[in-house]
């Protein structure tokens, strides 16, 4: 039996990643954690939050074919280890995958026949005023990072219909509620066995 790998995007501010690192606590799934040749957060551990590259290694990766996907996203690269997240599926573990749109489109065309029958994927929408308050609350980014979230924010919303699913984000406990219903139906899908 293969285990689940759900794609998880939505704009910055969306709660997406809290929401993938709470359902891995929580023992339901493992979370993949990304490379990206952006600076660390404070507080942002290194093989914890991030793989933190220079923009040589991450290219070096790039060039040895080492990554599932790859996008470069508010003007930084990121992208996905393919090696982990294939023996994991194997081994029946469900992963999350806490990538953005451009990621995501990528990994739906995808030829691998493991990623195929794992594969699926949610968007986690948050409406406007109220992604606003939240990315002011957080107090991590400059000014002029918030206004190009808020612009990016409203791009990969435009883009929410390519997702089979769509969390409308409303409070943190009502949202994981319905994010772990999503995770423990997909396990049940006949493509997995
Ligand atoms: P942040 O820098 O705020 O942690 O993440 C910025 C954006 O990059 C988020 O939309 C996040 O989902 C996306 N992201 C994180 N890891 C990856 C990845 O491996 N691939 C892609 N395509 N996007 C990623």
Do not use: W
């Not at 990121?78 to 294939?86: A, E, H, N, P, V």
């Not at 573990?93 to 990538?99: A, H, L, Q, S, T």
């Amino acid at each position: 039996m293969l285990g689940t790998l759900l794609i998880v995007s939505g704009p910055s501010g969306s709660g997406k990643t809290t929401l993938c690192r709470r359902a891995e606590k929580d023992g339901l799934t493992c979370y993949s954690i990304s490379c990206t040749t952006r600076q660390p957060r404070p507080g942002e551990q290194d093989g914890v939050d991030y793989h933190f590259l220079t923009q040589e290694d991450f290219a070096a990766k790039v060039a040895a074919g080492e990554f599932l996907e790859h996008a470069t996203v508010h003007g930084n690269s990121y992208g996905t280890l393919k090696s982990d997240i294939i023996d994991l599926l194997q081994a029946g573990r469900n992963v999350v995958m806490d990538i953005d749109v451009q990621g995501a489109a990528s990994i739906r065309r995808c030829e691998d026949a493991i990623i195929r029958r794992a594969y699926a994927d949610v968007y986690i929408h948050v409406p406007s005023a109220e992604l606003e308050a939240r990315l002011r609350g957080r107090q991590t980014d400059a000014e002029e990072v918030i206004q190009l979230r808020l612009r990016n924010a409203a791009e990969e919303d435009a883009r929410q219909g390519e997702y089979q699913y769509a969390l409308v984000s409303a409070d943190r406990e009502s949202d994981y509620t319905r994010f772990t219903a999503l995770l423990r139906t997909l396990g049940m899908r006949t493509s997995l066995s």
